[in-house]
């Protein structure tokens, strides 16, 4: 054999040794040398925090059963969520292999083992001032959701050690450093200014504040031992029929879509902050794995797609009462109505619900949640781009 052949061979005996010692490291070959896939997570749990857009029966327990037809579709009776059926928070428990995430504020039949959900419908980041009773928002505002969280972590640890039916009720301590975080809140916030008669300026200006006070609850999960983050932007309030039908909106203000443009872009200036807000987290929280998920872009394809996609009427709720968007803010699905003198109840007005958007005006119907969860599980609309299921794994620029 030649010297050249000598030379090519050793080249290739080389070459094929560092292939298979970079080989033998998944995370770090995925990450950098793009070669193979990083193992799934193994999460031990969920935790969530949020509005109505992933509440699993808080708002229920705390103020009273989401009435009928909610829960319809897949439950066949109320189940604490405000909508047909499922919401994306369930698709993505059922996705990693957990039970439906059960309230923290509800105390019948519940099981922890595999996390909590501290979100309650109406909640905000910023506390308002404005009580539910009274047409305002829930008290169960973003920091209060960490302070139950804070309790619940405490607790739960001493709960554990009285006893064997605790142990199967509540998380073991290491689970609460192995479970994915997930947020999705903070379209209330932009929703209160305007039902204050705030400008759109005015709701503009209060964004930062809001970030700031998001973050400030994102540090303290993380300093209870939270590392493992799946956050959703806000989506398209200007596309609910609620906003439709109950804020001042011009011809002018309507898009291709039918949507109100003015409080969209809003919707859209808080998402841009929230991704810078987000990446300074990244910094500043050294061993976090942020996920941001755009939510947004997902929700307003479904919309302005709608056929396309094979939905109809996505500015028309379901379940709802008169009007051109079916919607009515007094009598609210579920309620009951005085029609030449008999109640009869605000139920399902739409014959296929598998077949349309919008529940009631403000929440998403369970085929809509499927959708768009199916659209988000795999990290095409996540930055980094990572799979739910990868979520764990921090990429380091």
């Known amino acids: 054999m030649d010297c050249c052949c ?5 080249l290739v005996i080389v070459v094929s040794g560092f292939l298979s010692v970079i080989t033998s ?17 193994e999460f031990q749990g969920i935790f969530n925090f949020g ?9 229920s327990a ?14 066949h009776a109320p189940a604490g969520r405000l909508s047909d059926g499922r919401l994306v928070i369930d698709f993505m428990a059922e996705s990693l292999g957990f039970p439906y ?25 910023k506390p308002q001032n404005k009580p539910l009773p009274q047409g305002g928002f829930s008290p169960f505002s973003l920091d209060v959701q960490f302070n139950q969280f804070n309790n619940f972590h405490r607790r739960s640890q001493a709960a554990r050690r009285q006893g064997v039916v605790w142990q199967e009720l509540m998380p073991k301590n290491e689970s609460f450093s192995r479970a994915l975080y997930t947020v999705d809140i903070g379209q209330n916030d932009l929703l209160a200014g305007y039902f204050l ?3 759109t300026d005015q709701v503009r200006a209060y964004i930062p504040d809001l970030l700031g006070q998001f973050t400030t609850s994102i540090k303290n999960i993380y300093w209870q031992g939270g590392r493992w983050f799946w956050i959703h932007n806000t989506g398209p309030v200007g596309c609910l029929p609620s906003v439709l039908d109950r804020l001042p909106i011009t011809a002018a203000q309507v898009d291709k879509a039918g949507c109100a443009s003015p409080f969209n872009e809003v919707a859209q200036f808080f998402n841009i902050r929230l991704k810078e807000a987000l990446a300074q987290l990244r910094k500043d929280l050294p061993l976090a794995s942020i996920t941001s998920v755009d939510v947004y872009s997902v929700k307003y394809s479904l919309i302005s797609k709608a056929s396309k996609l094979g939905f109809e009427l996505p500015l028309v709720a379901c379940c709802g009462y008169g009007g051109k968007h079916n919607y009515n803010r007094y009598m609210g699905c579920g309620s009951k109505v005085t029609i030449n003198g008999k109640q009869i109840l605000v139920g399902k007005s739409c014959k296929d619900p598998s077949v349309r958007i919008n529940w009631d005006g403000v929440h998403y119907t ?3 949640n499927k959708w768009i969860f199916d659209q988000i599980v795999d990290g095409s609309y996540s930055d980094p781009p990572m799979p739910l299921k990868m979520a764990c794994h921090r990429v380091t620029n």
């Open 62 to 75: 705390a103020f009273g059963q989401a009435p009928p037809p909610n829960g319809e579709t897949y439950f």
């Open 366 to 368: 369970e085929a809509a």
């Open 197 to 199: 008669n705030m400008s």
């Open 101 to 125: 995430l059960n309230a923290y504020l509800d105390s019948v039949g519940s099981n922890f083992t595999h996390g909590a959900n501290f979100a309650t419908a109406s909640s905000t980041i």
């Open 6 to 10: 000598c030379y090519l061979l050793k």
């Open 51 to 59: 509005d109505s857009n992933s509440d699993t029966g808080g708002h």
């Open 25 to 41: 490291f998944p995370e770090t070959t995925s990450l950098v040398f793009g070669l193979t896939t990083p193992e799934p997570c």
